[in-house]
């Protein structure tokens, strides 16, 4: 066990990219690698601790322990197909675990951990057949054949997080054992896939972003070829109806005819990150625009208030505009996971901050909610609103995907806790970008951050407690000579009383990066301060499912009531808030409420006059916690959309 | 092709219990059969004449078309299971067909359907094993093994739908070579599955409901007995566990643990119907009692406004208490079926016409709504609230089973056309029952009713256009000496003004089962009237998802706006109603409202300020129709929760 305090020097031998999950060849934006922007602690610093200290143990024991890694060795022994044990993607959680142990490695140099790292690829290498294929699933006696089922097999999907665990590899020590598998995939997917071969795609999108990012990394073009080839082949019904429609798997409609993210929503936010890679490695304008308006729609029509996305539970996909239901909300950690990866891409593509928006509101709402506060336990979905206490889950057995009103320590299908996981050890890449004229810092953490700009190396100390307060400060530690520009990005939460502070003078900023140009020294501080009182949202008229609800932000949180904290009421969805009563002092991440409980009319029919409001009930006082705290004290109800005194519908007169 | 004025006397030879789909040995009510029952016109005459005209004979097109049928020759010729379609339980729709044909036929004595059904009894006789095993998905070579998946396989839920059937027939033309295969099959299951056999139950149940009524029907009380086991054998775990959990098909609580309807809701209400059935025979009170309870607790907290049951597309099952989305509601036409079923036996258990309440609300507003206007497409989910238009499903290939926004031909699973077309066929049984003091009337149409009570036999002429009107003639047809009672049941909805007018007196009545006890002489005529205007209904508080709503009920009906019907916005997603401008008068099934549109502003992200109220947005009129109907005249939007102005949520000031 380490601590972030015991965290040794980065490895010497990063090359250029290093450190970078994604690293386009050509963007406005230059992403920075875990070698230039190191997390010092705070919030996101505790929970790469926690990521450190138990996440990714707790993903290793469990990958061992559901026999995930011993179908390898099993393929190896002629065990397969009898001994095989999960689901047809299960492959894809020991590279994922991988990826995200190597991006661990890279950021800590965590020796052990390399050795065990190493020790897992050991086992898989053998595995893989002379032309490159590796899969412990199809392709044996008694199995199906390779690619007999492109549909439901995921083989190419498991390849993609093979390629991309081992761009992680690659980007933090080099070309090894691990790159030299993913090279052989590869190879293989182009040569059975490419133009002439399998004129299909998978049912699940991971390949094509990956594909694009080992063509980066090896500087092989025929790799994002392949990839080009997946995003334009799909949607044109090359793979068979299933019950749930081709749109399940987005090949209902081609990617550039797609106005709105739509389907499953893991497999949409891959498969939009994949066509953004593609785009812009083919300097393909059209296509970037296109997904571009797609995520717009899909941010505007089809998202939940914490940046969760899916709304249903069927085909874990994305409902018809504005049918958002809380207490039905799907929103799977791994679109989370998903929706920033897309994001992000196309933050550095275009420059604007809006993206670096979205990944904040879904880092803090949907990847910080997904692990428990002892990182052994996991939210596969994210409701918003919790109906029933529920059972804990077993501590020592997988759950269903996502029956359990409590976090599970591992489920059959288990891509939230591996996703969560390389998220977090590669976070730091997603804090900040520069370019020739400067530093833009986007996601506000206690860090250090070194970029080359023209003319030298630029570097910062951030230092805030964000988001318990708003105050981000940031002292020039390394400059160059003559200006270069600092950008800060204020977000759009932040619509009144924003301020920014250089040179002793103070001036009110408003959302949007707030950029600062001119000569810096050495010790120059500069100070955004962002205004976290509480504040209401109301939500579009058309979600018929909040009518007459408010929730209530703090800065990028998503706040919610949970029983625990509502002593006097039975539970949450008898909670009425009196808006009156909000309590808007800054303290904490928190914030209290006045809430009485609705008088209930226990009737044989739920139909007829409607409410029966008691003015008199009593008023109590309630905190609102954060979103992504919740669940951490016992079965209890939960919900952030908060209905307001007066809003229940009564009979007309 | 047959009309309705063509019915022909009914055949002679029906026994005691003729014509009834239940028939208890001990109840408050005694069924009446559909030789005892007629059915002349009006809204179900129509429906059952379309059932004979056209929903029928469009089953036995599909069944034959998807080649569900000739997997019983498949099993005779040895093509299996090479030649097999279908699902696992395919063999049950052909059997529900039969059913619903043996019921027609009874009703109107078509005895071209007779040979047709004579014909497929004959495909499937040979397929049955000398053991009494029947079924075309397990047993041979290259198949599961028998009883090797209880979970999924459905062999005893097919069974059940044989058993159904044959007892359709014995009740309508005696023991034939139906009746006789489906004894091979009942004792086969108690051979299997008695005392000392196979300690489990089957994944869906049906089969318990099933063998207490051919038990009835044979007067064998091991069927009794063996359903009695089933009922008390689930909800132990016997089954395995499975990714909805063990509550899909309640294997998680045992019956008489239960307190409310949870998991799938078919398999729920086919379930509590065989409970109540076992219960009625073995004379259990408590378990009548606990089935009562978990009724009343679904009515009150998990039943849409249509009568409907399903939240949840994911496992076609109850949510939690008031998680009633209208946008989402599965409402399958099946449990509608599996409901009636249930508060039917209710009914005669305790002749509290309560049941009978929910039996009239979801024949129109599910069962009703389910096939289309020419009978040849049928909604297998029933929504509340539809989003987006949607494309009309082929005419030629079965669609996915709820995915659909129109009424498709055909489904994979395709449980709903063959229940409706049973239940329609054996309607008749549902309108009336008798009591050695009297008659009951429970349903209103155009019917003729004759009954056994003590003394001789009554009868009456019912003459009424309801739901079109409220009023409901009763004219005495037959009586006997002396006294008796004639009941009519008062709606629980007509709360005001209702009224009974005898002997030229009119007096106001109440919901409840309103009696007149005298000497009745022919030509006597009775006359209740319903208030028919158009009546809001307000949601329960704590069905979030209905805030700020109302709905418009007219008589039985719930009428629903349909965009089709409101010129000038274009979809109802954007509908707000002027609650002061519902136009009340009593015309036809409609009524009319006013209604604008709400003044939207797409902006990037859905949550902020809230609402935009435009005052001046343009009010138009809109005929809201009922529910039942719509979706019949192209792709439409639909909903029947109406938001009312100013419900919108805005961020307090």
């Keep these: 066990m380490f601590s972030i305090a015991e965290l040794t020097d980065f490895p010497t031998h990063l090359a250029s990219a290093a450190g970078r999950p994604v690293s386009p060849s050509r963007s406005l934006l ?75 490695i890279g950021r800590t140099n965590n020796t052990a951990m390399d050795a065990r790292l190493q020790a897992l690829v050991a086992r898989i290498a053998p595995v893989q057949e002379e032309d490159g294929y590796l899969n412990t699933h199809f392709g044996r006696p008694g199995q199906g054949e390779r690619y007999s089922d492109l549909q439901w097999g995921h083989e190419l999907y498991c390849y993609g997080h093979l390629l991309q665990a081992a761009v992680a590899r690659g980007r933090t020590v080099g070309d090894d054992q691990l790159v030299q598998i993913a090279r052989r995939a590869a190879d293989h997917v182009c040569e059975v896939f490419g133009a002439g071969g399998i004129e299909s795609v998978c049912g699940h999108p991971e390949i094509e972003t990956a594909l694009v990012e080992f063509s980066r990394y090896t500087g092989d073009a025929r790799y994002l070829e392949q990839a080009r080839l997946f995003v334009e082949r799909r949607g044109h019904g090359v793979l068979g109806d299933i019950e749930f429609g081709r749109s399940y798997y987005q090949d209902d409609v081609p990617v550039r005819d797609a106005t709105v993210l739509a389907g499953h929503s893991v497999r949409a936010m891959y498969l939009a990150a994949g066509a953004v890679d593609v785009a812009v490695e083919t300097d393909d304008e059209d296509l970037v625009r296109t997904i571009i308006g797609q995520l717009s729609e899909t941010l505007a029509k089809r998202t939940y208030i914490t940046g969760g996305m899916g709304a249903h539970h069927e085909g874990e996909s994305f409902g018809s505009d504005f049918e958002l239901p809380s207490d039905r909300a799907y929103s799977e950690t791994c679109a989370g996971v998903g929706s920033i990866m897309l994001n992000y891409r196309l933050l550095l593509a275009t420059g604007d901050s809006a993206y670096a928006d979205v990944i904040e509101r879904t880092l803090f709402n949907v990847v910080a909610a997904s692990p428990a506060a002892d990182g052994r336990a996991f939210f ?11 059972s804990i889950p077993s501590a020592d057995e997988a759950s269903p995907r996502a029956s359990s009103s409590l976090r599970a320590p591992w489920f059959e299908v288990s891509c939230c806790p591996t996703n969560v996981a390389r998220t977090l050890a590669s976070l730091g890449s997603y804090l900040a970008t520069s370019s020739d004229s400067g530093l833009q810092i986007h996601q506000y953490a206690d860090s250090t951050i070194a970029a080359a700009v023209s003319g030298g190396t630029v570097g910062v100390k951030v230092s805030t407690d964000y988001p318990v307060h708003g105050l981000v400060r940031v002292e020039i530690t390394d400059t160059v000579d003559g200006e270069w520009e600092l950008a800060l990005r204020v977000p759009g ?32 501080v500069i100070e955004l301060s962002l205004p976290m009182a509480a504040r209401w949202s109301a939500p579009d008229p058309r979600i018929d499912a909040l009518r007459g609800q408010l929730a209530v932000e703090r800065g990028p949180l998503v706040l919610c009531l949970e029983s625990t904290d509502a002593p006097g009421i039975a539970n949450v969805n008898e909670a009425r808030i009196l808006t009156e009563l909000l309590d808007r002092t800054d303290e904490g991440e928190g914030v209290t409420v006045a809430v009485c409980a609705a008088t209930l009319t226990d009737g044989g029919w739920p139909y007829g006059a409607g409410a029966v409001v008691d003015n008199d009930a009593p008023v109590t006082r309630a905190a609102l916690r954060p979103y992504y705290s919740w669940a951490n004290r016992g079965p209890s109800t939960m919900r952030i959309w908060l209905p307001v005194v007066g809003s229940d519908s009564v009979v007309p007169a």
């Design 30 to 104: 230059t992403p920075l690698g875990l070698d230039e922007v190191r997390i010092e602690g705070g919030f996101w610093g505790e929970r790469q601790e926690l990521n450190a200290n138990a996440i990714i143990e707790h993903c290793e024991h469990w990958v061992d322990k559901m026999g995930w890694v011993d179908n390898f060795d099993a393929a190896v022994e002629g065990r397969l197909p009898s001994d095989r044990t999960g689901r047809e993607f299960a492959d894809s959680d020991v590279y994922k675990l991988i990826e995200a142990m190597a991006w661990e």
């Design 380 to 390: 596969y979905t994210n409701t918003l609103h919790q109906r029933e206490p529920g």
């Design 493 to 524: 939460w932040a619509r009144i009383g924003a301020t920014l502070t250089d040179n002793g003078e103070t001036r009110a900023v408003e959302p949007g990066a707030v950029s600062i140009r001119r000569a810096f020294a050495v010790g120059d």
